[in-house]
């Protein structure tokens, strides 16, 4: 088994929208990404991959095809397995640590 120390402090920030930025470090076949999304952000399409994550800051809304909209508070983690999905920011914003599969 090995570790790797991960300083997301000496990383930079890539802007991906606007409204939207991270940072990003991959090991082996997973991604750990910080997301910094600004207040009001929602994506403007959807995506299909799978995500796993922790809410350090503000409120995060994830709008579903198939169900009700899921809110996500700061200390909440969340859980989601490919199924079509678009992110919201709350009115502060929201910080969000995501560990995906490459």
């Known amino acids: 088994m090995s570790m790797t120390r991960i ?3 000496s990383l930079p920030w ?3 929208a606007d409204g939207l930025r991270y940072k990003i470090a991959e ?6 990404r910080l997301l910094e999304f ?3 952000y929602a994506d403007a ?3 299909v991959k799978s995500h796993t994550g922790y ?20 200390g909440d983690a969340l859980v989601i397995e ?3 999905h678009r992110a919201k920011a709350g009115d502060e914003g929201a910080l969000v640590f995501l560990v995906e599969d490459v």
């Open 7 to 9: 300083n997301f402090e």
């Open 14 to 16: 890539v802007q991906a």
């Open 27 to 32: 090991r082996g076949a997973r991604r750990v």
């Open 38 to 40: 600004a207040p009001g």
């Open 45 to 47: 399409e959807q995506c």
């Open 55 to 74: 809410v350090l800051e503000g409120l995060l809304e994830v709008e579903f095809d198939d169900r009700a909209e899921e809110r996500f508070m700061p």
């Open 82 to 84: 490919g199924e079509p």
